[in-house]
């Protein structure tokens, strides 16, 4: 129902305005002023559609109200009513900010409704335009706001820095008081941002599946969907809206407010509009995110590869190498890549290689190539680049220690050949000793003279001890399953001494025996321990020799100390260098020329030890000499 006011100081003008309204409208309500103070105080109270001013007022004139009105704020339609038939009173009233004027002729009163509906609908009209023009300046605010936010959405392609922007820039769009954004890579989520407000995944995930479209809601506590559980949260309204982002990513937005009703229409043109170039970042960025995984992927299998890996192009310049190779170089990958090979003064025997392979430009894929005592396998593969460009991979291998092993075992296989060998010879040796030591015990019988028995005792030593040596030696090679028997330690070594005696005596090393006597019978295998023991004393007689001394010695020493049986190999050799004392036991690491050792004594015999349940250790002071210590558990037979 509309309502009219009408200030004029004439009482019976007055009833001759509503009576003419009431006919031409019933529901219109009119109310009558006297003064303008009166007027404004009915303004204060009621929502007045259109006023009708007279303009000769006491005290005053309709042209001052129009202005009052204006200087209030108050923009309603006035219609001013004037006795005066000319322009200038007109004008004067349209200045003043006046809808209308209507002259005072006979019933005019009449005429005035009419004039009512005429500026109502002019002002409902100017209104609406209004409405259109705020509305396009706000939609022209977001529109520089969104284009700011973009701005800040492609400066990093970080998928957290960009989702982050995204939610900002869409809470700032809309006023929203709470949001939150949510993104998952099949079922699991992979980002969840909430501001103002934390849901419990199990509901992110709900949200997430039951938000199919842009979805509205202006008043929760009247929905009965999913989001009606985000009350208890204090969300009075709601908008959430679906993300298009890459295959197996989903992920939604929504923005919440304490108040109801608080998301309009712009701000749904205005999201729509962001959507698109927000969604646009997020996908960048998760495209960025999974090529970097992928690139790093590669490029830790790249670098997890041990063989030497390295890319040139046309001009010799390294486009990609992997970790070997700048570790080989001394220099980060960063620092190698754009150097040409040519430029970087590297001494180092593999590198060396590299350079001599490059510069021999040799059709054969695949070579071997030596430097300073280093071994390694190049190959190398050319392909193209997208460019067009002639690109060659080139990997290389060290084999150095793959062809010390060829040589240590082809070393070991001569060995157990000599073992048969050996064995073959000390069973055709026995025999004609067996008949030296039986034939010389005969002569005794038979010689009576003193001197004579003197000399065949020494032939039956001698030969007797040739027979011990050949025992030890059948010993030593013949292949059996470990065998267990209870022995007597010092009788081991001296078994392994016979052995080596020769060796020793030629190169003038002296044995120092430092046996203990009440030694208990040990439970161990010992072949395999005199092949520990010989081990010891090849290792010391190396020793002794390189060092040049002129009193040469090797020291034995046993003894039992609490329940354990010890024995302990000391020489004055030219003992161990500490880099190389951790390593000392490893298979196949050995500081001896390659036709002096294999590498595979000591850490044979660790195992051996190991076996026995016993402990094996090293001590060794550079040019002083080196202790092996053998600590044995002594079992009760």
Not at 171 to 191: C, P, Q, S, V, W
Not at 273 to 294: E, H, M, V, Y
Not at 530 to 559: D, G, H, P
Not at 589 to 609: A, E, N, Q, R, Y
Request: charged letters at 30%.
């Amino acid at each position: 129902m509309s309502k009219i006011l009408i200030l004029d100081d004439n009482e019976d003008q007055l009833k001759l305005i509503k009576m003419s309204f009431n006919r031409y409208h019933p529901d219109i309500e009119v109310f009558t002023a006297r003064t303008a103070d009166k007027a404004f105080e009915i303004l204060e109270k009621e929502e007045i559609a259109v006023i009708f001013v007279d303009y000769v007022l006491k005290d005053s004139n309709g042209i001052k109200f129009i202005r009052d009105l204006n200087m209030h704020g108050l923009k309603i339609p006035t219609v001013l009513i004037t006795g005066r038939g000319d322009e200038r009173t007109a004008v004067e009233a349209m200045k003043a900010g006046a809808y209308d004027y209507v002259i005072k002729d006979v019933g005019y009163f009449n005429l005035l409704p009419h004039v009512y509906k005429k500026a109502y609908e002019r002002y409902l009209a100017e209104r609406e335009i209004e409405k259109v023009q705020q509305r396009m300046v706000e939609f022209n605010e977001k529109l520089l706001l969104i284009n700011s936010i973009i701005k800040d959405l492609n400066e990093d392609l970080d998928l957290k820095k960009t989702a982050k922007v995204f939610l900002d820039g869409a809470k700032r769009l809309t006023n929203a008081d709470y949001a939150a954004l949510i993104i998952y890579e099949g079922d699991k989520e992979k980002i969840a941002i909430e501001q103002g407000v934390k849901f419990p995944e199990t509901l992110r995930r709900a949200l997430l599946l039951d938000t199919e479209e842009l979805t509205v809601i202006s008043d929760l506590s009247r929905d009965n969907s999913i989001f009606s559980g985000l009350q208890k949260y204090n969300v009075k309204s709601l908008l959430a809206a679906p993300l298009n982002l890459l295959e197996n990513h989903s992920g939604m937005i929504l923005l919440m407010s304490d108040v109801e009703g608080t998301f309009s229409e712009t701000d749904y043109r205005s999201l729509d509009i962001f959507f698109d170039s927000g969604c646009a970042s997020l996908r960048n960025s998760l495209l960025f995110q999974i090529i970097s995984k992928s690139q790093k992927f590669w490029q830790e299998t790249f670098d997890a590869i041990s063989d030497i890996i390295f890319v040139l192009n046309d001009q010799h310049e390294i486009i990609k190498c992997n970790r070997a190779f700048s570790d080989m170089l001394g220099i980060s990958i960063k620092e190698v890549i754009g150097k040409r090979i040519d430029d970087l003064n590297i001494e180092h025997p593999i590198f060396s290689c590299c350079i001599d392979y490059i510069k021999q430009n040799t059709s054969s894929l695949t070579e071997e190539l030596s430097r300073g005592g280093v071994h390694c396998l190049a190959s190398v593969f050319k392909i193209a680049s997208p460019q067009g460009e002639d690109i060659r991979i080139f990997v290389v291998k060290d084999i150095t220690e793959l062809r010390r092993l060829k040589e240590q075992l082809y070393h070991a296989d001569k060995l157990a050949s000599i073992g048969q060998l050996v064995s073959g010879v000390a069973h055709e040796i026995n025999n004609p000793l067996t008949g030296i030591l039986g034939y010389t015990e005969l002569l005794k019988m038979k010689v009576k003279d003193q001197a004579v028995t003197k000399e065949l005792d020494k032939i039956y030593r001698a030969a007797e001890r040739c027979k011990r040596i050949v025992e030890n030696l059948l010993t030593f090679s013949r292949q059996r399953p470990p065998e267990k028997t209870f022995v007597d330690i010092n009788d081991l070594i001296e078994s392994a001494l016979e052995l080596r005696v020769y060796w020793l005596r030629s190169n003038n090393i002296e044995i120092i025996r430092q046996y203990a006597d009440d030694l208990p019978a040990m439970f161990v295998d010992p072949q395999q321990l005199q092949q520990v023991f010989i081990n010891l004393l090849v290792n010391a007689e190396y020793a002794v020799q390189e060092s040049n001394k002129e009193e040469k010695w090797i020291r034995i020493k046993t003894f039992k100390k609490d329940e354990r049986l010890c024995i302990e190999f000391q020489d004055n050799g030219i003992g161990i260098p500490p880099d190389n004392i951790k390593r000392i036991f490893d298979p196949f690491f050995t500081t001896k020329p390659v036709d002096k050792g294999s590498g595979l004594g000591l850490s044979i015999s660790h195992g051996i030890i190991k076996e026995h349940e016993g402990e094996i250790r090293v001590e060794s002071t550079p040019g002083e000499g080196t202790t092996f210590f053998i600590e044995l558990p002594i079992k009760q037979a």
